[in-house]
């Protein structure tokens, strides 16, 4: 989509904070990428349908002159209806952590207010994305819609121009970071995945000599 489109969005945003993630999106758009405000972020879930299941935990990271901030990094833990069940098994977030974790509407302001000013990043953001914006309309009645950069899109983008073979799981960012020869991390923690998507956003980067590159040429969504 163009940036006439999405700049139509900015102007017809009615919600404050969906008028700030928008203003973000403007303020970065033609700025080299190196240069812009980026937010990695990574949502832990008690399921995959965001109709019916719920967001745990978020995790940030900021990229800012093209290096992580990791003094600015951080996460949050969601208190939510009921218990987080069988997840457990694979976020090990279990329900006592969440007896002093913030509501739901405290987890969205805080979220936006990460987002301010920058450009959203994460691996395979549609799924995130789409729960983020069923709380929206939970919350103020109004879903919203932002396009993000996306490190598995962006992969897929390279592997196909290469003309290799998408095998199952070569797109998981595990996998992803392997190409690029990063350290094994931690999966399924939201800190430590939106670390990871930042740190595969840099390789590709590196790797494309794409440093000087727009925003909006990464944009998805």
């Known amino acids: 989509m163009t940036r006439l489109y999405w700049m139509w969005q900015h102007f017809q945003a009615q919600r404050r904070w969906h008028k700030a993630l928008m203003q973000g999106l403007k303020d970065n758009w033609d700025k080299p990428i190196n240069e812009a405000r980026l937010v990695c972020f990574d949502m832990e879930m008690t399921g995959l349908n965001p109709k019916c299941d719920q ?16 003094g600015q990094a951080d996460h949050i833990f969601l208190r ?12 090990k977030i279990h329900d006592h952590h969440l007896d002093n974790a913030l509501s739901p509407q405290q987890a969205f302001a805080w979220w936006c207010q990460k987002m301010e000013g920058s450009v959203a990043v994460a691996h395979h953001g549609k799924l995130d994305f789409s729960f983020l914006s069923m709380l929206a309309k939970e919350l103020d009645g109004e879903g ?5 950069i996306d490190t598995l899109l962006l992969e ?7 003309e290799r073979p998408i095998m199952n799981g070569d797109l998981t960012l595990a996998e992803s970071r392997r190409r690029y020869h990063l350290p094994e991390f931690s999966a399924h923690s939201a800190l430590s995945d939106a670390l990871a998507c930042g ?23």
Do not use: Y
């Open 55 to 70: 967001i745990v935990s978020i995790g940030c990271v900021v990229i800012e002159h093209g290096a992580l901030q990791m």
């Open 80 to 91: 939510i209806n009921g218990s987080v069940g069988q997840s457990a098994v694979i976020h």
């Open 144 to 148: 919203f819609k932002l396009p993000w």
């Open 156 to 162: 897929k983008h390279r592997l196909d121009r290469s």
């Open 199 to 221: 740190e595969l956003l840099l390789a590709q980067i590196a790797c494309q000599g794409a440093q000087t590159h727009k925003v909006h040429q990464f944009l998805r969504g």
